[in-house]
């Protein structure tokens, strides 16, 4: 019986597969591919060069600072001793997405973000990184991502100030006004909310349908012209 030859480019590809591990990817399971795409180009030319692909418009992001405040919320995170983080402008269908690769932690976001979001997901992206070793399933440590990070970025007392009184009903100028004091999504604020015992799993879901019939109710009409 006839041995197969062996292939030394799959044999590297096999190699750094062992190496390298998608956490958390953000968006729908569309975007999975592209995510996952991107990560496996950007190690590759790591591992070749130690640089970024030269084709990728990359730029540093400030992690360590992200980190640093994460560290003084939950002492169960473990964090590598070197991220690679950053933005990249002009990738098709980047959600952004955290891994591992050999001993460091990635965390890519994608430069077209609003700040925002953008600081929102880095704090949850850098929490899944330090996160990884307790919770194998990319489900539940996306979800305690999230808590920590919210946890750091919304300080009890201050979200007290908006839930303290059992809300039930969120009119538009309440959401507003929420996410222009935190400078944050109101849904997410919403979330920190519920982890604190604030609002219920059941007036989440009412306020998301609101969300959605307000929505609605607001889109344009379309004009002719005369």
Known sequence: MKKG?????????????????????????????????????????????????????????????????LQKTDERLQFPDEFIAGEIRGEQGLTGFSAKFREQGWVILPAELSAMYKNLFLTILAASVGLDHLYPVRKELLAEAERVAL???????????????????????????????????????????????????QVIEEANAQAIRSTILRRPQSSRAA
């Open 5 to 69: 030859r062996s292939n030394p480019n799959q044999m590297q590809i096999d190699f750094l597969a062992a190496y390298r591990r998608m956490l958390v990817s953000l968006g729908n399971p569309d975007n999975l591919p592209v995510n996952e795409g991107l990560f496996m180009r950007m190690t590759d030319q790591w591992e070749a060069t130690r640089a970024i692909p030269k084709n990728l418009l990359f730029q540093k992001s400030p992690v360590e600072a992200v980190v640093f405040r």
């Open 151 to 201: 946890a750091a970025m919304l300080p009890e007392m201050e979200v007290r100030k908006f839930f303290g009184l059992r809300l039930t009903r969120f009119p538009d100028s309440f959401r507003s006004e929420v996410a222009n004091y935190f400078n944050m999504p109101f849904d997410y604020v919403l979330k920190r909310a519920n982890h604190l015992g604030m609002v219920s799993e």
